[in-house]
């Protein structure tokens, strides 16, 4: 089974520039998450989809973050323009709503905004 | 708000030493727990999962307890390793799919 798939990996983008983190869950996955991790903190939730809707934005940035789901799949989280504390790494994970509802992680992207 | 602590922030022990890592939440309406393991600059690795209905789980040398009446769960490492250095996270699942992390305990195994 493919875990959660995202890219790119690594990112450096000067100040007031934008960027945009891509995310493919498990298959068959309905709900998606992606979290903010700044280094030496546990993740913080930034917005939850179920299907293609929102259940919960509320610490999303919204004047500068956005994220969309299309078709209930792929994910795209994008940051515009990016601020010096939004370095730090952008984690997507999926989860079942049914069954043992396990979490999963994909490999994270780094993000450094000089 | 469901609150989720790890004690300690970090530890560090001698190669072989069993070791239990600290999980508390404030909030016992769980639907499970679960505990990850984070290499640096990598994605959080799914170690063990606790449904509510359950006391503990086991992996290998791995073995995770859940006392929800308390709002604790301990992770027992046995005959730790240098490979087990990471970051030990746990996060509670209430409904609705929302997860509660800590913010983790830095294991330091040395050789």
Redesign the interface.
């Known amino acids: 089974e493919a875990g959660?798939a995202?890219s790119p990996r690594y990112k450096i983008i000067e100040k007031r520039q934008s960027v945009a983190f891509w995310c493919n869950p498990i298959s068959g996955h309905a709900?998606l998450?992606w979290y903010q991790q700044i280094l030496?903190?546990?993740?913080k939730?930034l917005i939850?989809f179920?299907n293609n809707g929102v259940?919960?934005d509320s610490q999303l940035p919204k004047d500068r973050f956005s994220a969309e789901r299309l078709k209930g799949v792929d994910s795209t989280l994008k940051i515009q323009p990016a601020k010096l504390e939004d370095s730090a790494?952008y984690?997507c994970?999926s989860?079942q709503?049914r069954g043992?509802?396990?979490?999963?992680?994909?490999?994270?992207s780094?993000l450094t905004v000089l | 708000k469901q609150e989720v602590t790890q004690i300690p922030a970090a530890l560090s022990v001698p190669e072989g030493e069993n070791l239990v890592l600290n999980c508390s939440f404030t909030d016992s309406a769980i639907y499970n727990l679960q505990w990850f393991r984070q290499d640096p600059g990598k994605g959080l690795t799914s170690l063990l999962l606790i449904q509510s209905s359950q006391r503990e789980q086991t992996s290998g040398r791995l073995n995770a307890s859940l006392d929800k009446s308390s709002g604790r769960s301990t992770l027992y490492i046995a005959a730790s390793q240098p490979g087990d250095s990471a970051t030990y996270l746990c996060a509670v699942r209430r409904t609705g799919n929302q997860f509660y992390f800590g913010t983790g305990t830095s294991l330091t195994v040395i050789p």
Do not use: H, I, K, N
């Not at chain 1, 030496?40 to 993740?43: A, K, M, N, R, S």
């Not at chain 1, 043992?100 to 994270?108: K, N, P, R, T, V």
């Open positions: 959660v995202q709900t998450y030496g903190q546990g993740p939730l939850q179920q259940v919960d790494v984690l994970a989860s709503d043992l509802g396990e979490l999963f992680f994909g490999e994270g780094r």
